[in-house]
Protein backbone atom coordinates (compact mmCIF):
# COMPACT_ATOMS: atom_id res chain seq x y z
CA UNK A 1 0.00 0.00 0.00
CA UNK A 2 1.18 3.33 -1.11
CA UNK A 3 1.88 5.80 1.81
CA UNK A 4 2.56 9.58 1.75
CA UNK A 5 3.64 11.75 5.04
CA UNK A 6 3.97 15.14 4.67
CA UNK A 7 5.49 17.83 7.32
CA UNK A 8 5.66 19.89 9.27
CA UNK A 9 1.45 19.95 9.54
CA UNK A 10 1.64 23.68 9.90
CA UNK A 11 4.53 26.72 8.73
CA UNK A 12 5.23 29.88 9.44
CA UNK A 13 7.06 31.96 7.32
CA UNK A 14 7.84 35.76 7.70
CA UNK A 15 7.92 37.04 3.74
CA UNK A 16 11.08 36.84 2.49
CA UNK A 17 12.32 33.51 4.77
CA UNK A 18 13.21 30.91 2.53
CA UNK A 19 12.25 27.14 3.91
CA UNK A 20 11.61 23.86 2.79
CA UNK A 21 8.64 21.93 2.75
CA UNK A 22 9.20 17.47 3.06
CA UNK A 23 6.76 14.62 1.35
CA UNK A 24 8.10 11.24 2.23
CA UNK A 25 6.98 8.65 0.33
CA UNK A 26 7.18 4.43 0.00
CA UNK A 27 5.53 2.99 -3.44
CA UNK A 28 6.05 -0.03 -5.38
CA UNK A 29 6.96 1.28 -8.42
CA UNK A 30 6.94 5.20 -8.48
CA UNK A 31 5.58 6.37 -11.32
CA UNK A 32 5.04 9.87 -10.50
CA UNK A 33 4.88 12.32 -7.80
CA UNK A 34 2.78 15.03 -7.58
CA UNK A 35 2.57 18.65 -5.96
CA UNK A 36 -0.69 20.62 -5.83
CA UNK A 37 -1.31 24.25 -4.40
CA UNK A 38 -5.02 24.24 -2.55
CA UNK A 39 -6.58 27.66 -1.39
CA UNK A 40 -9.58 27.96 1.85
CA UNK A 41 -12.69 27.11 -0.32
CA UNK A 42 -11.17 26.21 -3.55
CA UNK A 43 -10.40 22.54 -5.18
CA UNK A 44 -6.27 21.63 -5.26
CA UNK A 45 -4.29 23.04 -8.34
CA UNK A 46 -1.61 21.26 -9.86
CA UNK A 47 1.71 22.74 -9.51
CA UNK A 48 4.13 20.08 -10.60
CA UNK A 49 5.28 16.49 -11.60
CA UNK A 50 8.28 14.66 -10.80
CA UNK A 51 9.25 10.84 -12.14
CA UNK A 52 12.27 10.25 -11.45
CA UNK A 53 15.04 10.72 -8.48
CA UNK A 54 17.21 13.65 -9.19
CA UNK A 55 14.32 15.51 -11.10
CA UNK A 56 14.08 19.02 -10.36
CA UNK A 57 11.27 21.48 -11.37
CA UNK A 58 10.77 25.23 -10.70
CA UNK A 59 8.03 27.44 -11.00
CA UNK A 60 8.41 31.58 -9.80
CA UNK A 61 9.33 31.18 -6.29
CA UNK A 62 8.87 27.32 -5.98
CA UNK A 63 11.29 24.59 -6.66
CA UNK A 64 10.35 20.77 -6.13
CA UNK A 65 13.41 17.80 -6.16
CA UNK A 66 12.98 14.28 -5.65
CA UNK A 67 14.82 11.37 -3.96
CA UNK A 68 14.01 7.86 -3.67
CA UNK A 69 12.50 8.30 -0.85
CA UNK A 70 11.16 11.89 -0.72
CA UNK A 71 10.48 15.06 -1.94
CA UNK A 72 11.22 18.94 -1.46
CA UNK A 73 8.84 21.80 -1.93
CA UNK A 74 11.58 24.86 -1.76
CA UNK A 75 10.16 28.12 -1.00
CA UNK A 76 12.77 30.83 -1.94
CA UNK A 77 11.61 34.51 -0.51
CA UNK A 78 8.59 34.01 0.42
CA UNK A 79 5.45 36.33 -0.15
CA UNK A 80 2.24 36.61 1.73
CA UNK A 81 0.05 35.50 -1.65
CA UNK A 82 1.94 31.94 -1.08
CA UNK A 83 0.08 31.12 1.98
CA UNK A 84 -2.21 27.99 0.84
CA UNK A 85 -1.98 24.36 1.81
CA UNK A 86 0.70 22.10 0.19
CA UNK A 87 -0.62 18.61 -1.12
CA UNK A 88 1.91 15.88 -2.35
CA UNK A 89 0.38 12.70 -3.97
CA UNK A 90 2.12 9.62 -5.78
CA UNK A 91 0.93 7.46 -8.41
CA UNK A 92 2.14 4.10 -9.08
CA UNK A 93 1.67 0.40 -10.28
CA UNK A 94 -0.80 0.15 -13.72
CA UNK A 95 -3.72 2.13 -12.54
CA UNK A 96 -4.69 5.82 -12.31
CA UNK A 97 -5.15 6.24 -8.59
CA UNK A 98 -3.26 8.62 -6.73
CA UNK A 99 -2.54 8.72 -3.09
CA UNK A 100 -2.76 11.80 -1.17
CA UNK A 101 -0.64 12.98 2.14
CA UNK A 102 -2.16 14.85 4.20
CA UNK A 103 -0.94 18.36 3.66
CA UNK A 104 1.02 21.31 4.82
CA UNK A 105 -0.31 24.72 5.75
CA UNK A 106 2.24 27.28 5.16
CA UNK A 107 0.76 30.74 6.32
CA UNK A 108 3.33 33.56 5.50
CA UNK A 109 3.48 37.25 7.17
CA UNK A 110 4.14 40.47 5.49
CA UNK B 1 -12.32 25.75 -20.96
CA UNK B 2 -14.01 25.69 -18.19
CA UNK B 3 -11.83 22.63 -16.96
CA UNK B 4 -13.70 20.73 -14.33
CA UNK B 5 -17.13 21.89 -12.94
CA UNK B 6 -19.38 20.57 -10.10
CA UNK B 7 -22.68 20.99 -9.17
CA UNK B 8 -24.26 21.90 -6.53
CA UNK B 9 -21.47 24.27 -4.81
CA UNK B 10 -23.65 23.65 -1.07
CA UNK B 11 -26.36 21.57 0.04
CA UNK B 12 -27.60 20.48 3.26
CA UNK B 13 -29.39 16.87 3.75
CA UNK B 14 -31.50 15.40 6.13
CA UNK B 15 -30.06 12.07 7.32
CA UNK B 16 -31.74 10.00 5.18
CA UNK B 17 -32.34 11.95 2.25
CA UNK B 18 -30.85 11.45 -0.84
CA UNK B 19 -28.53 12.83 -3.37
CA UNK B 20 -26.39 13.23 -6.70
CA UNK B 21 -23.37 15.16 -7.26
CA UNK B 22 -23.21 16.13 -10.44
CA UNK B 23 -19.47 16.53 -12.54
CA UNK B 24 -18.49 18.06 -15.89
CA UNK B 25 -15.12 17.62 -17.91
CA UNK B 26 -13.92 19.70 -20.90
CA UNK B 27 -10.71 18.14 -21.48
CA UNK B 28 -11.60 15.56 -23.07
CA UNK B 29 -9.61 13.32 -20.38
CA UNK B 30 -9.91 9.56 -20.38
CA UNK B 31 -10.40 9.35 -16.30
CA UNK B 32 -12.33 10.53 -13.44
CA UNK B 33 -12.37 10.88 -10.03
CA UNK B 34 -14.12 11.31 -6.91
CA UNK B 35 -12.51 12.05 -3.31
CA UNK B 36 -13.65 13.56 0.12
CA UNK B 37 -11.59 15.91 2.14
CA UNK B 38 -12.17 15.67 5.83
CA UNK B 39 -10.12 17.62 8.24
CA UNK B 40 -6.61 16.10 9.22
CA UNK B 41 -7.86 13.24 7.36
CA UNK B 42 -6.73 14.74 3.59
CA UNK B 43 -8.01 13.67 0.35
CA UNK B 44 -9.46 10.19 0.26
CA UNK B 45 -10.62 8.34 -2.93
CA UNK B 46 -14.19 7.25 -3.22
CA UNK B 47 -14.40 5.97 -6.48
CA UNK B 48 -12.95 6.49 -10.12
CA UNK B 49 -13.14 5.35 -13.73
CA UNK B 50 -10.12 4.46 -15.83
CA UNK B 51 -11.83 4.85 -18.62
CA UNK B 52 -15.91 5.48 -20.46
CA UNK B 53 -17.60 2.66 -19.46
CA UNK B 54 -15.82 1.51 -16.33
CA UNK B 55 -15.79 2.38 -12.60
CA UNK B 56 -13.72 0.54 -9.67
CA UNK B 57 -13.68 0.76 -5.57
CA UNK B 58 -11.83 3.34 -4.40
CA UNK B 59 -10.42 3.94 -0.08
CA UNK B 60 -13.84 4.68 1.11
CA UNK B 61 -17.02 3.30 -1.10
CA UNK B 62 -19.58 2.41 1.76
CA UNK B 63 -22.18 4.22 1.32
CA UNK B 64 -21.72 5.85 -2.12
CA UNK B 65 -22.76 4.80 -5.81
CA UNK B 66 -21.42 6.38 -9.02
CA UNK B 67 -22.42 6.47 -13.09
CA UNK B 68 -19.90 7.13 -15.89
CA UNK B 69 -22.47 8.52 -17.89
CA UNK B 70 -20.45 9.50 -20.73
CA UNK B 71 -16.76 10.39 -21.38
CA UNK B 72 -17.30 14.09 -20.05
CA UNK B 73 -19.43 13.23 -17.00
CA UNK B 74 -19.17 11.27 -13.28
CA UNK B 75 -21.74 11.22 -11.15
CA UNK B 76 -21.98 10.66 -7.39
CA UNK B 77 -24.76 9.38 -5.79
CA UNK B 78 -25.82 9.18 -1.52
CA UNK B 79 -28.47 6.77 -1.67
CA UNK B 80 -29.27 7.53 2.11
CA UNK B 81 -27.43 10.18 3.50
CA UNK B 82 -25.66 9.78 6.94
CA UNK B 83 -23.63 12.32 9.23
CA UNK B 84 -20.80 10.89 8.43
CA UNK B 85 -20.79 12.23 5.54
CA UNK B 86 -20.95 15.11 5.98
CA UNK B 87 -17.78 16.60 3.84
CA UNK B 88 -16.10 18.57 0.76
CA UNK B 89 -16.58 16.38 -2.26
CA UNK B 90 -13.97 16.78 -5.25
CA UNK B 91 -14.50 15.83 -8.76
CA UNK B 92 -10.77 15.44 -10.79
CA UNK B 93 -9.92 14.21 -14.23
CA UNK B 94 -6.51 13.21 -15.75
CA UNK B 95 -5.72 11.21 -18.58
CA UNK B 96 -4.06 8.65 -17.85
CA UNK B 97 -5.41 6.09 -20.39
CA UNK B 98 -3.52 8.12 -23.12
CA UNK B 99 -0.05 9.30 -21.40
CA UNK B 100 0.06 6.87 -18.44
CA UNK B 101 3.80 8.30 -18.14
CA UNK B 102 2.10 11.59 -17.40
CA UNK B 103 -1.16 11.71 -15.31
CA UNK B 104 -1.84 14.72 -13.26
CA UNK B 105 -5.41 15.08 -11.62
CA UNK B 106 -7.33 18.51 -12.19
CA UNK B 107 -9.77 19.05 -10.16
CA UNK B 108 -13.05 21.06 -9.87
CA UNK B 109 -14.07 23.85 -7.36
CA UNK B 110 -16.05 20.99 -4.60
CA UNK B 111 -18.85 20.13 -3.23
CA UNK B 112 -19.72 21.32 0.65
CA UNK B 113 -22.49 18.65 2.09
CA UNK B 114 -23.14 19.04 5.24
CA UNK B 115 -26.20 16.25 6.91
CA UNK B 116 -27.93 16.80 9.79
Known amino acids: EDQVTQSPEALRLQEGESSSLNCSYT??????LFWYRQDPGKGPEFLFT???AGEEKEKERLKATLTKKESFLHITAPKPEDSATYLCAVGSGANSKLTFGKGITLSVRP | NAGVTQTPKFQVLKTGQSMTLQCAQDMNHNSMYWYRQDPGMGLRLIYY???????DKGEVPNGYNVSRLNKREFSLRLESAAPSQTSVYFC???????????????FGPGTRLTVT
Open chain 1, 50 to 52: LYS
Open chain 1, 27 to 32: VSGLRG
Open chain 2, 92 to 106: ASSEWAARPSSYEQY
Open chain 2, 49 to 55: SASEGTT
